[in-house]
Structure formats: structure tokens, C-alpha cells
């Protein structure tokens, strides 16, 4: 028998009595060991329910979409034995440490599904009673699910293989209930989870006000100007939900009247739901809710996660005037010679540059910038002694605690300069598929960096001003233009990456903005020092547009 046939033969639908997903996740299903609740998680209960076959959902962090999607997806399987559900996410090791944080947890604290009987010995495969779950990377995984599937799942889709949905869709063609679900924190606008949720009817979380009775979506953004379309404000220094009408102080109440309203109801084809943060008032704090916004120190970041909104600033580039009036000649604070730290590209000629971070100030001071045409590296010379390269006398001569350099071209020559400074040096690769912006192999010596989010947040520091460079002299002057010239020789563009996905990304010439990457690394090697304490970026006094 073929694994098809085989398939095919367990589909056989026996619904049970309990017909409503809600229903069955509140009866069968735990939570931390606690009975599940939808308390405070009102929004919750209607996804669940929804039977629409293709549901799209928008969402910000920490929003309880996955406890959600994971539940319905256990409900499923369980309610209608014989059936498959393929569920993925964006790469193989995250879609293991999900299936063994999230999943299997759920899977034995559910009392149905110990009953139907389950497996959880595979990552990949859960068996439950007659139905199976498999669960799939989009990158890092050698083929595709080969399955016929009745519900198709992509979290994160944003952060998927573009092609991801067609991919799997042919799977679905013989199943009675076809069903697709798609969730994401949004990127770019009018891409990926953006585009479908304008495309679908739009639903939107409202609140009725106990005070003058007006139905309203809760929203907050960082516009000072339009305070007043907002329900966040600061009453008697406090941060506060508020009735857009009234005005008066609301506080979140489970007999509250509240519901999904749906923008769009001609539009029939697909179920959109926006999970904004405020969507989450019963237990995220008002205060929270700014605080982390402000706490990113990309913008892009901070709407795309904190608000679950679509953003991004394609045609951003510094200018000459941003980067000269970081320029100082008060000689007085130029430097205490703590904190120093260092940065440099292969070339050659390679490029380099010293920085101290004067922690007082919360500026970083630049002391040297020099163009090396030769003996970057330390070398062995004819009788074995030791030769220090350019790099190894500026670590001594500066007394660098931490330094970044190009990993390439020469990786072995890099890996051997972060050998002879251990600790103190890292080599840096750029790798668009990580999510987080910087990640520390320390054994490794190496720094693994997501190429747009670092360079967004390096460039931030001119734009905020938070430079200061003291020019040496002026027989050097050239190398200060060549600082400038490379900076502003890159501009942030909307472009397709290898796999055709869309994404936002800092392109220049190659030869002309080397620069622009050793200023990275140097906010890279201060990032390192873990004393430096996070900034707050604030859009009104950086220049940055609001959305509307
Ligand atoms: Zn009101």
C-alpha cells in the first residue's frame, strides 16, 4: 500500500459532539498547567472559531496568536480524526524549538488527546489518534512535505520562502475541508501578511466605551500631532487608555461589550484580523506598550513588532550636512582614552577606524581614521619574530577592548588576528537570513550580523546625532572625505532578494562604500560591550515620517 493510499484510507470524518474549536480547547486544553481562559484573550475565541477556509492574520508580538493557532490546530486533528495538517515556519531550527517548546507541552497537558492516544517522539510527525501533524522549515529543509493536507499553516510568513503558500496548495486538492491559514508580524507595506490582509474583509477589535457608550477600535501611534485620534495619553504622568470620544479613563473589565468588526464584509474571500497591541489592553499596560516601542532602535522594527504594522523608509540615506555636523574641534573633550574600540575592512586598502564611547555623553567619539595600503595583518618575519600588522599596533595603541573586522575576503587571516587578541576581536559575516540583528559566536570569534537591521541601526547614530569626530589635522583631510563620500553612497531600497522575496535593504556601490560597513562594525564592537545602555529612538526629532 502507498503512503497516499494509506492516507486516504484513515480520512474517514467522524466529528464528535463537541462541534466549536473554542469549545474543545477550553474543555480539553491547559495553559502553564492552568485551565485555559479567554480571559483578558477575549479576541482569541473568534479566530478559533472562524470555519472561513482561508484565514489571514496580522499581528504584533506577544499577542497570544501562537497558544491560538497551535490549539486550533490540536482541535482540528482531534475533532475530525483522519485528517493532516502541514504547519510551517520560517526555518528548520526554529520550527524544532517551536514544535519542542510549544507543541509537545500542549500535546500532554490535553486530556482528549491522551485519549485518542498520541506520538510525540518526532519533531517533524505528531500522530494524534488517527491524524497527523507535520510541522516544516520553508529554509534549511531538503524537500517538501509529500502529503496529501487538509489544513495548511504558515507562521511568520513574512519571514518564509516566498513561494510558500503555492508550494503546499496543490496539497490541499483533494481535501473536503482545503482550509489555509496565514499569520505574521508584517514587514514591508503592501508585501507578504500586509498584502493579504488588505486584500481580505478586515477585522478589527473594538471596545464599547462605559462611559459614553462609542464602539472603537483601541490604537495608539507615535504622532504627536494626532494625540487626539489615539487611546494612549499621559494623564497626570501616567500612561493611560482613554475613550477617543470622551476622553475619560477606561479600564479593561471582562463584562466590557466587545467584538471583531469587519471593515469589509463584501469582501468575501478571505478572514483578516489585525492584532494590534491594544488588541491586547486587558494585560498589556499602556506604559508597556510605549515603552517598548521606543525601546527599538530600528523604527521599522519597532512598528513591524511592537504595533504589528507594515513600515519601512526606502530612500533613506545620510547626507554631508548629516555627517559634518557631527564634526568638533573642542579639543577639551576629544579624549580620555576608556572605552576604546576599533573596526576595520580587509582591502586592501583597508579601512579603519578608533572610537572611544564617552558613556557621560552617550556619544561616540571618533579619535582616528586611517586608510592602510598594506601590512594590515601581523606577519612572521625571516628569522620567526613576530611582526605586528597596522591593526595589532592600533589595539596597542589605543588600548581597544573590543574590535569588529571584515571576515572577508582573507577569513583565515581575520580568524588568526581574533586568535591573537582572544576576546577581544570578532570577525563579522553578514547573513540576511538571521532575524536578530547581531548574534555572538564567542568561541568562534565571529559575529554573525543581519546586513539591513545593523546597518539601520549604525546609521541612526548620525542621523541622531550621537557622533562626535575630532579631524586630526588637515594633511589627512582625504580620508575624511572618503568617510563621507562612503556613507552617503548608500541608500535604503525595496529590492528582491535570491529567492525573490521582497525586502528592504542598503545597496550602494561596492568600491565606494566601504566606509558605510566599518562604521557598522564599529557599532557592532561597542554593541559588544555590554555596559552600553540601550537608546530610545523618538521619530519627531529624527526626521522620520509617520505612516498614515
Ligand atoms: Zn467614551
Given at each position: 500500500m502507498?503512503?497516499?493510499?494509506?492516507?486516504?484510507e484513515l480520512?474517514t470524518?467522524?466529528?464528535?459532539e463537541?462541534t466549536?474549536?473554542?469549545k474543545?480547547?477550553l474543555?480539553?486544553t491547559?495553559?502553564?498547567?492552568k485551565?485555559f481562559?479567554?480571559d483578558?484573550?477575549?479576541y482569541q475565541?473568534a479566530?478559533?472559531d472562524?470555519?472561513h477556509p482561508?484565514?489571514v492574520?496580522?499581528?504584533c508580538?506577544?499577542v497570544g496568536?501562537s497558544?491560538v493557532?497551535?490549539?486550533?490546530?490540536l482541535a482540528?486533528?482531534s475533532?475530525?480524526?483522519?485528517?493532516q495538517?502541514i504547519?510551517?515556519?520560517?526555518?528548520?531550527?526554529?520550527?524544532s524549538?517551536f514544535?519542542?517548546s510549544?507543541?509537545d507541552?500542549?500535546?500532554?497537558?490535553?486530556?482528549?488527546i491522551?485519549?485518542l492516544?498520541?506520538?510525540?517522539d518526532?519533531v517533524?510527525i505528531k500522530q494524534?489518534?488517527?491524524?497527523f501533524a507535520?510541522?516544516?522549515?520553508?529554509?534549511?529543509?531538503r524537500?517538501?512535505?509529500?502529503?496529501?493536507?487538509?489544513y495548511?499553516?504558515?507562521d511568520e510568513i513574512?519571514?518564509s520562502?516566498?513561494?510558500i503558500?503555492n508550494?503546499?496548495?496543490?496539497?490541499?486538492e483533494h481535501?473536503?475541508?482545503?482550509?489555509?491559514?496565514?499569520?505574521s508580524?508584517?514587514?514591508?507595506?503592501g508585501y507578504?501578511?500586509?498584502?493579504?490582509?488588505e486584500e481580505?474583509?478586515q477585522k478589527?477589535w473594538?471596545?464599547?466605551c462605559?462611559?459614553?457608550?462609542?464602539w472603537q477600535?483601541?490604537?495608539?501611534l507615535?504622532?504627536?500631532d494626532?494625540?487626539?485620534?489615539?487611546?494612549i495619553?499621559k494623564?497626570?504622568?501616567?500612561?493611560t487608555?482613554v475613550c477617543k470620544k470622551?476622553v475619560?479613563r477606561?479600564e479593561?473589565s471582562?463584562?466590557m461589550k466587545?467584538e471583531?468588526?469587519?471593515?469589509?464584509?463584501?469582501?468575501?474571500?478571505?478572514h483578516?484580523?489585525?492584532?494590534g497591541?491594544?488588541?491586547a489592553?486587558?494585560?498589556?499596560?499602556a506604559?508597556?506598550?510605549i515603552?517598548s516601542f521606543?525601546?527599538?532602535?530600528e523604527?521599522d522594527?519597532?512598528?513591524?513588532r511592537?504595533?504589528?504594522?507594515a513600515?519601512?523608509d526606502p530612500?533613506?540615506?545620510?547626507t554631508?550636512?548629516?555627517i559634518?555636523?557631527c564634526?568638533?574641534?573642542d579639543?577639551t573633550?576629544?579624549?580620555?582614552?576608556?572605552?576604546c574600540?576599533m573596526?576595520?575592512d580587509?582591502g586592501?586598502?583597508?579601512?579603519?577606524m578608533v572610537?572611544?564611547?564617552?558613556?557621560?555623553?552617550?556619544?561616540?567619539k571618533?579619535l582616528?581614521i586611517e586608510?592602510?595600503?598594506?601590512?594590515?595583518f601581523?606577519?612572521?618575519?625571516k628569522?620567526g619574530e613576530k611582526?605586528?600588522?597596522r591593526f595589532s599596533e592600533l589595539?596597542?595603541?589605543f588600548d581597544v577592548?573590543?574590535?569588529?573586522i571584515d571576515?572577508?575576503?582573507?577569513?583565515?587571516?581575520?580568524?588568526?588576528?581574533?586568535k591573537?587578541?582572544?576576546?577581544?576581536?570578532?570577525i563579522c559575516?553578514?547573513?540576511?537570513?538571521q532575524?536578530n540583528k547581531?548574534v555572538?559566536k564567542?568561541?568562534?570569534?565571529v559575529v554573525?550580523?543581519?546586513?539591513t537591521?545593523s546597518?539601520?541601526?549604525?546609521?541612526?547614530y548620525?542621523?541622531d546625532r550621537?557622533?562626535e569626530?575630532f579631524?586630526?589635522n588637515?594633511?589627512?583631510?582625504?580620508v575624511?572625505?572618503?568617510?563621507?563620500?562612503?556613507?552617503?553612497?548608500m541608500v535604503?531600497?525595496?529590492?528582491?532578494?535570491?529567492?525573490?522575496?521582497q525586502?528592504?535593504m542598503?545597496?550602494?556601490?561596492k568600491?565606494?562604500t566601504?566606509f558605510?560597513?566599518?562604521?557598522?562594525?564599529?557599532?557592532m564592537a561597542?554593541?559588544s560591550?555590554?555596559?552600553?545602555v540601550?537608546?530610545?529612538?523618538d521619530?519627531?526629532?529624527?526626521?522620520?515620517s509617520?505612516?498614515?
Amino acid at each position: 500500500m502507498s503512503i497516499q493510499d494509506f492516507y486516504k484510507e484513515l480520512r474517514t470524518f467522524k466529528p464528535e459532539e463537541i462541534t466549536k474549536f473554542s469549545k474543545w480547547v477550553l474543555s480539553y486544553t491547559k495553559l502553564k498547567g492552568k485551565e485555559f481562559s479567554f480571559d483578558k484573550h477575549e479576541y482569541q475565541e473568534a479566530i478559533l472559531d472562524d470555519t472561513h477556509p482561508m484565514i489571514v492574520i496580522k499581528k504584533c508580538v506577544q499577542v497570544g496568536v501562537s497558544e491560538v493557532l497551535i490549539r486550533k490546530l490540536l482541535a482540528f486533528l482531534s475533532m475530525y480524526q483522519g485528517t493532516q495538517v502541514i504547519y510551517t515556519f520560517p526555518t528548520a531550527d526554529e520550527v524544532s524549538k517551536f514544535v519542542k517548546s510549544r507543541v509537545d507541552p500542549a500535546i500532554k497537558d490535553c486530556s482528549k488527546i491522551k485519549e485518542l492516544g498520541f506520538n510525540t517522539d518526532n519533531v517533524k510527525i505528531k500522530q494524534i489518534g488517527q491524524s497527523f501533524a507535520h510541522f516544516k522549515g520553508t529554509y534549511g529543509e531538503r524537500e517538501t512535505i509529500a502529503v496529501p493536507s487538509d489544513y495548511n499553516i504558515h507562521d511568520e510568513i513574512d519571514f518564509s520562502k516566498p513561494d510558500i503558500q503555492n508550494l503546499y496548495r496543490s496539497r490541499l486538492e483533494h481535501s473536503s475541508f482545503a482550509w489555509e491559514m496565514d499569520c505574521s508580524t508584517p514587514t514591508i507595506p503592501g508585501y507578504g501578511i500586509d498584502f493579504m490582509f488588505e486584500e481580505s474583509d478586515q477585522k478589527y477589535w473594538h471596545i464599547k466605551c462605559p462611559h459614553c457608550n462609542v464602539w472603537q477600535e483601541l490604537i495608539w501611534l507615535p504622532d504627536k500631532d494626532k494625540e487626539e485620534l489615539y487611546n494612549i495619553r499621559k494623564i497626570k504622568n501616567e500612561w493611560t487608555y482613554v475613550c477617543k470620544k470622551c476622553v475619560k479613563r477606561i479600564e479593561y473589565s471582562p463584562d466590557m461589550k466587545m467584538e471583531w468588526v469587519t471593515k469589509y464584509p463584501e469582501k468575501k474571500d478571505a478572514h483578516g484580523y489585525y492584532l494590534g497591541p491594544c488588541t491586547a489592553w486587558g494585560y498589556k499596560k499602556a506604559a508597556r506598550i510605549i515603552k517598548s516601542f521606543y525601546n527599538y532602535k530600528e523604527l521599522d522594527q519597532a512598528y513591524n513588532r511592537v504595533l504589528g504594522l507594515a513600515y519601512t523608509d526606502p530612500g533613506k540615506k545620510l547626507t554631508r550636512d548629516v555627517i559634518t555636523r557631527c564634526w568638533n574641534n573642542d579639543l577639551t573633550i576629544q579624549r580620555t582614552g576608556r572605552n576604546c574600540f576599533m573596526a576595520a575592512d580587509q582591502g586592501p586598502p583597508s579601512w579603519a577606524m578608533v572610537a572611544e564611547y564617552d558613556n557621560e555623553r552617550d556619544k561616540i567619539k571618533v579619535l582616528r581614521i586611517e586608510k592602510i595600503d598594506r601590512n594590515m595583518f601581523d606577519q612572521v618575519g625571516k628569522s620567526g619574530e613576530k611582526i605586528s600588522g597596522r591593526f595589532s599596533e592600533l589595539m596597542d595603541q589605543f588600548d581597544v577592548q573590543s574590535a569588529v573586522i571584515d571576515a572577508q575576503p582573507n577569513t583565515e587571516s581575520a580568524y588568526q588576528f581574533a586568535k591573537n587578541h582572544a576576546g577581544r576581536v570578532h570577525i563579522c559575516f553578514y547573513s540576511d537570513r538571521q532575524l536578530n540583528k547581531l548574534v555572538w559566536k564567542e568561541e568562534e570569534f565571529v559575529v554573525i550580523a543581519n546586513r539591513t537591521r545593523s546597518l539601520d541601526y549604525a546609521m541612526q547614530y548620525w542621523i541622531d546625532r550621537r557622533i562626535e569626530i575630532f579631524p586630526e589635522n588637515s594633511a589627512n583631510y582625504q580620508v575624511y572625505e572618503a568617510l563621507i563620500k562612503h556613507l552617503t553612497g548608500m541608500v535604503k531600497v525595496i529590492d528582491e532578494d535570491e529567492h525573490g522575496q521582497q525586502k528592504a535593504m542598503w545597496k550602494g556601490h561596492k568600491d565606494k562604500t566601504h566606509f558605510a560597513h566599518v562604521w557598522n562594525y564599529l557599532c557592532m564592537a561597542i554593541e559588544s560591550d555590554v555596559n552600553i545602555v540601550n537608546r530610545v529612538i523618538d521619530p519627531s526629532i529624527s526626521g522620520f515620517s509617520i505612516p498614515k
